[in-house]
């Protein structure tokens, strides 16, 4: 064999090697933002997006986000926070709301390939109870190794146990098993690390805290876990570390931060 030829072969094989042996880590932060609002009544955009910057995500998924609703002054807030954030950002509203839109979001660093909003079973508002519309928005993004998941946000009814449970289940349905991209999930699922509704989806994704959980809500004295970070094993994801941030004023929720080398 040429010496030419063979020297361009060798190189060609280290270059190869070395690029399979490549490590890349991916941050995912889970943060509800109660619509802007934070514990000390003020809403400010630029606070939270102050919060997300600092944990260097490269994907968020956000819960009670307002587009044009009153209460917030009409603000566009998921693309203002895509904004201050350097962000590529998709909304997924669940309702209509005060002459605008509520519902989930997403902030990505990575190319997004495609969106999905997938409306969730609830029930109804009645005499006894107010109930809102929930759903989640899932996009397709590409990783630094060309592999391509699923992300998702979601936000899960917060005071019917049997809503919980359906939009478990459904979740599940639309976003796991056969013939889905491996998944990455993140929300506010208002339940309890030991309810039926977490259990449900341990079935289709690992979470990322061992027990015991820490509280994320409420911020500024957090009694109970409700924000939550899953994964699949398919994904090709392995978790680094996962912590829940301790920001008692921006928001009523702590963020939640896991960290994956893949």
């Not at 910057?53 to 807030?77: C, F, M, N, W, Y």
């Not at 500024?220 to 004023?249: A, H, M, N, W």
Request: aromatic letters at 8%; one cysteine or more; a negative charge.
């Amino acid at each position: 064999m040429p010496k030419l030829l063979y020297l361009c072969l060798l190189f060609a094989t280290v270059c190869s090697a070395i690029q399979a042996e490549e490590k890349h880590q991916l941050r995912v932060l889970c943060y509800n933002i109660h619509y802007g609002q934070g514990t000390d009544g003020r809403y400010d955009i630029a606070r939270l997006a102050k919060v997300i910057r600092e944990t260097k995500p490269d994907l968020v998924a956000l819960q009670e986000v307002d587009v044009g609703v009153s209460r917030s002054s009409r603000v566009h807030e998921a693309r203002e926070l895509g904004r201050l954030t350097d962000m590529a950002v998709r909304f997924g509203p669940t309702q209509h709301f005060q002459g605008g839109l509520y519902g989930n979001a997403v902030l990505s660093r990575l190319p997004i390939e495609d969106v999905h909003i997938q409306p969730l079973p609830y029930s109804d508002s009645d005499e006894k109870r107010t109930t809102y519309p929930r759903g989640a928005i899932a996009v397709q993004v590409r990783l630094a190794n060309d592999e391509v998941i699923q992300f998702i946000s979601t936000h899960f009814q917060h005071n019917v146990e049997e809503d919980r449970v359906a939009e478990a289940k459904a979740i599940c349905e639309y976003f796991a098993g056969e013939g889905k991209l491996p998944s990455v999930l993140a929300g506010d699922m208002n339940a309890s690390p030991s309810s039926e509704p977490i259990a449900i989806l341990e079935k289709c994704w690992l979470h990322t805290q061992s027990a015991p959980f820490a509280p994320t809500a409420p911020s500024t004295k957090p009694r109970t876990r409700i924000d939550y970070i899953f994964y699949q094993p398919q994904t090709g994801l392995k978790l680094v570390e996962s912590s829940v941030i301790d920001e008692p004023i921006a928001s009523d929720h702590l963020p939640v931060l896991a960290v994956f080398d893949y």
